[in-house]
């Protein structure tokens, strides 16, 4: 099977109604964000305490959700 026969596979599995698109709060968050938004979907950033201004205050369009982490490594 090709790779892209598995990618479509994985894909039909999908309900488009319910995914986000989800973000590390880093320089290709904006492109990321806008890039969702024009293709219809959701989209959630994660970033560190203190710098969520540019994600809630500046690109609020952008992102539907944003988590706040003291640290990135606090992901896991």
Do not use: Q, W
Not at 5 to 31: C, M, N, W
Not at 35 to 45: E, N, Q
Not at 49 to 58: A, F, I, K, P
Request: glycine share 8%.
């Amino acid at each position: 099977m090709s790779l892209r026969r598995d990618v479509e596979k994985v894909e039909d599995g999908y309900d488009p109604s319910a995914v986000t698109v989800g973000i590390l709060g880093s320089h290709s968050a904006e492109e990321v964000g806008v890039t969702a938004k024009a293709i219809g979907l959701p989209c959630l950033v994660v970033c560190r305490r203190g710098r969520e201004d540019l994600y809630v205050t500046y690109n609020s369009a952008l992102f539907d959700h944003v988590i706040l982490l003291d640290r990135f490594s606090d992901i896991a």
